[in-house]
Structures are given as structure tokens and as C-alpha cells.
């Protein structure tokens, strides 16, 4: 249930944003985006929705203590936990922009006037995501940045990805759509990952160690994800760049739906992770915190109190590594030789498949 809840508020937070920025972008700059108001006030509805989760997770975490008040122990996650009072912060912006968002015209078509008060109310409903963060409860202001960055680059990107994949229309205006949109994805993707490389390094200091549990081994799966994010990146942002110079009237959605793909399924292990106690919480009380079966499956050698986990290549690790990187060169090779989107969508899929399990085979 909360997984799921995650994964619904990352794609609240990417249509959101992702739809009010295209709507400040002029029409002959963009393919013809349609983005339903009601889906648009779907995504504000949700996002004061689903993140009174956390709150409810805290809440049936204390619930069977029979100690404490049932209605005293609400008063208190609601109105004393910081988790409480950023809900409320969150319910009150949402509320607000719902509203705005409203008084557009039946169209959705908004004054460009109001562009700019819903984007900062946008924002600011990513800031306080990023107060409510574990990273910014762990490590104060710098967990704060760190998040903050790493959710609104994410957001941008791909909020813009998503949007105009599967909500625009025709075959017009991709080129000047791609060259603007291109650099701006670069720019995001260096964000997240400078933001993400300082949140693992406080979460996960011991990077291979951390695969021993479950948030580690998400972390892994999630890295290795990014790979054939990053290749239909290339292709939808170099590749269709010459392409349509050439091609003016070919349609690209199919590509930006199949990059979405692997969007969806960063979106799912980002969600499962933030369910999972992190390698620094499961350092700090080693007898709560069980293996991850996944690396138990794997895994032949005993763990003693201190593991130093290390990579040693072997005949079956070196297989699977040429095999990944095969598959990782056929996903860009699928769209050279023109095949179908979903090709290179299961040769993204077998790339990250055979590095997870080059990289478990090589664990010692």
C-alpha cells in the first residue's frame, strides 16, 4: 500500500510540474500537448492525498502500543511530528493551487498571468517534500538540498517526458521541441545525479556492503536502471535530433512512451526503497535488520559482524558483463536498424537484468 502511494505521488509531482512548465512554453516551441484540466487537478488532488501516507504510516507504527491514547497519539503525529505539520503545509498549498487550476477556462488553456504563482506553488510543495525527507530528519540542511535537488531535477525532466509523451498529439514541432528540452534534460540528469551521489554516499557510505540489505540491493537494481534510461535519453535527445531533420514529419512518441518505461520502474524501487530501512539505520542496529533474500540467494559466504564485501570477476560475471553491455549497445542498434520502440525496451530491460547478475556473481 505505501509503495504504491510513492509511486502515484511521483507521478502526481512529475504531471504537475511537467504540465505547468510546457504550458509556459509557446506553441511553436512544443508538439501539441492536450493535458486534460481534470488529470491536471488529479495530480494537485493527489499530492495532498497521498502524502498524508507517511503520516499514517507513523501513526499504525505506535498504534499497538497499548500505552498510548489512540486519539492523543493522532493529536500528536498530526499536529507535533514533523511529518504531521508538513502534511498540512502540503494540504494547504495543494489546496490552493487546486483551486487555481480550477478557474481556468474549460479548456484547461490558463492565463499566462497565473503561469507563474502555480509553478512557484509547485515548487513549493517540492520544498517541502524535501523538509519531510529522511535525508533532511538524518542529515539536516544538507539532506534537505540534496533531496530537494534530486526531486525537483527528477520532476522537470521527467515530468516533461511524461507529459508530452503520452498527452501530445501530431508530428509537429518536435525538432525545436528537442532542441531546447534536450540540454535542459542534461542539465537535469547531472542535477539528480550529483544530488543522488551525495545521497547515497550518507545513506550507503559502504557502497557494496549496503547490497546485503534490501535497500541496498533496490539501490543497485535502481542504478542499473538508469543505464537504458540514459541510452533512450540519447536517442530521444541526439539520435531523433538528426532524424527529424532529415524525416521532418516522423512521430517520436513512440520513443518517449518506451523511455517512460524505465521511468515507471526507477518510480517502483525508488518507492519500495523509501519503505526499507537504510544501510546507515541497519548499521546503527545490526540485530533488526535482516539480509536481503535477494543477496542471500546469491550470496555463498558467511557474514560475519564486520563484512568487507568486495568484486572479484569470474568466467560466469565476465559472461553476463558482455552480455549486458551487448544489450545495452542493441537497445541504440534497434533504433538504427528502425525497428519497433519495443524492442529496445526488452533489450533495456535484459542490459539491466545481466549487470545486476554479472555484478552478484562477482560479489565476495
Not at 160 to 183: D, K, M, R
Given at each position: 500500500?505505501?509503495?504504491?502511494?510513492?509511486?502515484?505521488?511521483?507521478?502526481?509531482?512529475?504531471?504537475?510540474?511537467?504540465?505547468?512548465?510546457?504550458?509556459?512554453?509557446p506553441d511553436n516551441s512544443k508538439p501539441t500537448v492536450t493535458l486534460p484540466k481534470p488529470i491536471l487537478l488529479s495530480s494537485v488532488a493527489g499530492i495532498g492525498m497521498l502524502t498524508f501516507m507517511p503520516v499514517l504510516r507513523v501513526i499504525l507504527y505506535f498504534f499497538s502500543d497499548p500505552h498510548i491514547d489512540s486519539w492523543d497519539l493522532i493529536k500528536s503525529v498530526l499536529f507535533s511530528f514533523e511529518v504531521g505539520k508538513a502534511w498540512w503545509m502540503t494540504l494547504?498549498?495543494?489546496?490552493?493551487?487546486?483551486?487555481?487550476i480550477a478557474k481556468t477556462n474549460p479548456s484547461g488553456k490558463p492565463s499566462q498571468e497565473m503561469l507563474v504563482p502555480k509553478l512557484a506553488l509547485a515548487i513549493g510543495l517540492v520544498l517541502i517534500q524535501g523538509w519531510s525527507s529522511h535525508a533532511a530528519s538524518f542529515f539536516a540542511w544538507d539532506g534537505f538540498f540534496a533531496h530537494t535537488m534530486h526531486f525537483l531535477a527528477m520532476s522537470i525532466w521527467v515530468g516533461i517526458l511524461l507529459v508530452t509523451g503520452w498527452f501530445s498529439q501530431g508530428e509537429a514541432n518536435w525538432g525545436s521541441f528537442l532542441a531546447w528540452y534536450h540540454p535542459l534534460a542534461?542539465?537535469?540528469?547531472?542535477?539528480?545525479?550529483?544530488?543522488?551521489?551525495?545521497?547515497?554516499?550518507?545513506?550507503?557510505?559502504?557502497?557494496?556492503?549496503?547490497w546485503i540489505f534490501s535497500y541496498g540491493q533496490a539501490l543497485l537494481i535502481k542504478h542499473?536502471?538508469?543505464?537504458?534510461?540514459?541510452?533512450?535519453?540519447?536517442?530521444?535527445?541526439?539520435?531523433?535530433?538528426?532524424?527529424?531533420?532529415?524525416q521532418p514529419d516522423f512521430n517520436p512518441l513512440g520513443w518517449f512512451k518506451a523511455e517512460s518505461v524505465f521511468v515507471l520502474a526507477i518510480f517502483g524501487v525508488t518507492a519500495f526503497m523509501g519503505q526499507q530501512a537504510t544501510p546507515h539505520e541497519a548499521a546503527a542496529a545490526?540485530?533488526?535488520?535482516e539480509p536481503s533474500p535477494l543477496f542471500s540467494f546469491f550470496y555463498q559466504g558467511v557474514l560475519g559482524d564486520n563484512p568487507a564485501l568486495f568484486l572479484a570477476m569470474n568466467g560466469a560475471s565476465g559472461i553476463l558483463l558482455a552480455a549486458a553491455l551487448?544489450?545495452?549497445?542493441?537497445?541504440?542498434?534497434?533504433?538504427?536498424?528502425?525497428?519497433?520502440?519495443?524492442?529496445?525496451?526488452?533489450m533495456g530491460i535484459l542490459c539491466a537484468a545481466t549487470g545486476y547478475l554479472s555484478l552478484m556473481f562477482a560479489i565476495r
Amino acid at each position: 500500500m505505501f509503495t504504491l502511494s510513492e509511486i502515484g505521488l511521483y507521478l502526481c509531482f512529475s504531471i504537475l510540474v511537467g504540465g505547468l512548465l510546457l504550458q509556459m512554453v509557446p506553441d511553436n516551441s512544443k508538439p501539441t500537448v492536450t493535458l486534460p484540466k481534470p488529470i491536471l487537478l488529479s495530480s494537485v488532488a493527489g499530492i495532498g492525498m497521498l502524502t498524508f501516507m507517511p503520516v499514517l504510516r507513523v501513526i499504525l507504527y505506535f498504534f499497538s502500543d497499548p500505552h498510548i491514547d489512540s486519539w492523543d497519539l493522532i493529536k500528536s503525529v498530526l499536529f507535533s511530528f514533523e511529518v504531521g505539520k508538513a502534511w498540512w503545509m502540503t494540504l494547504g498549498l495543494s489546496i490552493v493551487l487546486f483551486i487555481m487550476i480550477a478557474k481556468t477556462n474549460p479548456s484547461g488553456k490558463p492565463s499566462q498571468e497565473m503561469l507563474v504563482p502555480k509553478l512557484a506553488l509547485a515548487i513549493g510543495l517540492v520544498l517541502i517534500q524535501g523538509w519531510s525527507s529522511h535525508a533532511a530528519s538524518f542529515f539536516a540542511w544538507d539532506g534537505f538540498f540534496a533531496h530537494t535537488m534530486h526531486f525537483l531535477a527528477m520532476s522537470i525532466w521527467v515530468g516533461i517526458l511524461l507529459v508530452t509523451g503520452w498527452f501530445s498529439q501530431g508530428e509537429a514541432n518536435w525538432g525545436s521541441f528537442l532542441a531546447w528540452y534536450h540540454p535542459l534534460a542534461i542539465a537535469c540528469v547531472v542535477m539528480t545525479t550529483a544530488a543522488g551521489l551525495v545521497l547515497t554516499l550518507y545513506v550507503s557510505p559502504e557502497y557494496l556492503n549496503g547490497w546485503i540489505f534490501s535497500y541496498g540491493q533496490a539501490l543497485l537494481i535502481k542504478h542499473l536502471l538508469l543505464i537504458p534510461l540514459l541510452l533512450f535519453g540519447a536517442i530521444n535527445g541526439l539520435l531523433l535530433k538528426k532524424r527529424l531533420k532529415t524525416q521532418p514529419d516522423f512521430n517520436p512518441l513512440g520513443w518517449f512512451k518506451a523511455e517512460s518505461v524505465f521511468v515507471l520502474a526507477i518510480f517502483g524501487v525508488t518507492a519500495f526503497m523509501g519503505q526499507q530501512a537504510t544501510p546507515h539505520e541497519a548499521a546503527a542496529a545490526p540485530n533488526m535488520t535482516e539480509p536481503s533474500p535477494l543477496f542471500s540467494f546469491f550470496y555463498q559466504g558467511v557474514l560475519g559482524d564486520n563484512p568487507a564485501l568486495f568484486l572479484a570477476m569470474n568466467g560466469a560475471s565476465g559472461i553476463l558483463l558482455a552480455a549486458a553491455l551487448l544489450f545495452g549497445a542493441m537497445v541504440v542498434l534497434a533504433y538504427q536498424k528502425k525497428m519497433s520502440p519495443c524492442i529496445s525496451v526488452l533489450m533495456g530491460i535484459l542490459c539491466a537484468a545481466t549487470g545486476y547478475l554479472s555484478l552478484m556473481f562477482a560479489i565476495r
